[in-house]
């Protein structure tokens, strides 16, 4: 297994909080340091026994990575919700066609005026997605790079997804990695994980029938661990899904990472209902994911995920509170400050559209958690000293 990516020696946990002999029989392979297999993880999405999955997942993570709970200072900005796939992503209420009311792209005074907030020192990331946007080819990107490197060199660029990476190389005719190059030499520092939604074939015919294949997925990152431009992946869920398409969503995962060593990070992405096309036929208006379905999605990650270090809860997507729990389900990194964030708001998401650095503080103490701010690379930039743990508002 990569270096990055060594499971803990010693994993301890209490047998008597383990009241399902399959969440036991899953103990004994972690204790022992054997590899969960896909039907391990299916056992465990299937369980009812949230206490005893928790426990291990809490279990494997405090061998990782002790009590502290880490945090970026970012900023997410969409310049443009133009999108191609409009019509065909049914999950999605953020994209408009060129002409649609409310479509909108972004000029590089826009991106400035966006980027602003980054002016009193305390961003330390932009998180930079968009639409599939015809216009918005690699020069577009380019000089949104620069421009923001030009202003804001203390700022980390971690920007397009790998559908945005694939749409920039058909419509410029280039590889992924000549695109990828391109965008490194501009300021890209690294790829957020979105786009991944669940790799089933079966499952994307229904819900984003045109959009770029599971295993293109896997290449695009393929091709940017190679050049060293390190990133993040994700897993939409809540939908049409299957149990069993999660564990092969993170089988595929988990190979690549065997392979490269390049995911910094995993982040499940709860499914949104509202204002999309997918959520009318379901007949889920207002009804999102179950807090037990989101424990068991960032739980089962962190057993099955072995070679990763990091799983990450989003909070705009799950509730703060929910992520405050999910501290004690194997999470060790929440979503950060992010300002203002559209695409998720745009298909019903509740939550505020940015946290304080107060806020964030408040909510990893009152889980009893030690809060540490990072850099995009996981590098520790401040630890801040935790009083007793006190009833956090979220």
Not at 91 to 102: I, S, V
Not at 187 to 203: I, Q, W, Y
Not at 211 to 225: E, F, N, P, S
Request: with cysteine.
């Amino acid at each position: 297994m990569p270096e990055g990516g060594v499971r803990p020696a010693r994993v301890d946990f209490n047998d008597a909080r383990l009241s399902d002999p399959a969440v036991r029989a899953v103990g004994d392979k972690i204790r022992s340091g054997v590899r969960l297999t896909q039907a391990d993880g299916a056992a465990l999405y299937r369980s009812i026994d949230l206490i005893g999955i928790g426990t291990l997942a809490d279990a494997v993570n405090r061998a990782k990575n002790g009590d502290t709970v880490t945090f970026a200072c970012n900023q997410h900005i969409n310049p443009t919700n133009i999108c191609t796939l409009r019509k065909t992503c049914t999950f999605c209420g953020y994209a408009r066609l060129p002409k649609e009311e409310g479509a909108y792209r972004y000029t590089m005074d826009q991106v400035l005026e966006e980027a602003a907030h980054a002016a009193d020192g305390l961003t330390k990331e932009w998180h930079i997605v968009g639409g599939l946007d015809m216009q918005a080819g690699l020069a577009y990107y380019q000089e949104m790079f620069r421009t923001l490197k030009s202003n804001f060199p203390h700022v980390h660029i971690k920007a397009l997804t790998a559908v945005e990476i694939a749409h920039i190389a058909r419509i410029e005719k280039m590889s992924w990695k000549d695109v990828l190059m391109a965008l490194r030499d501009a300021g890209l520092d690294t790829m957020p994980g979105g786009g991944a939604e669940t790799f089933s074939a079966a499952v994307r015919d229904q819900i984003a029938g045109k959009k770029l294949a599971g295993a293109d997925y896997i290449g695009v990152h393929r091709a940017a661990h190679e050049l060293g431009i390190r990133t993040n992946c994700t897993m939409l869920y809540g939908h049409v899904e299957t149990i069993e398409e999660r564990m092969e969503h993170l089988q595929m995962l988990r190979d690549l990472q065997d392979e490269t060593a390049g995911f910094l990070a995993y982040i499940p992405l709860a499914y949104h209902p509202d204002d999309n096309v997918l959520g009318e036929a379901l007949g889920r208006q207002g009804t999102s994911t179950s807090g037990v379905d989101d424990l068991k999605m960032l739980a089962v990650g962190r057993l099955f995920l072995d070679n990763f270090t990091h799983i990450k809860s989003h909070w705009i997507m799950v509730t703060q509170a929910l992520s405050q729990v999910s501290l004690h389900f194997g999470v060790n990194d929440l979503e950060g400050t992010v300002v203002r964030e559209k695409i998720y708001h745009a298909v019903g998401a509740h939550t505020p559209q940015g946290m304080t650095l107060d806020g964030l503080l408040q909510l990893i103490r009152g889980a009893g958690k030690i809060p540490t701010e990072r850099d995009s690379f996981y590098n520790v930039i401040r630890t801040f000293e935790t009083p007793a743990a006190e009833p956090a508002a979220v």
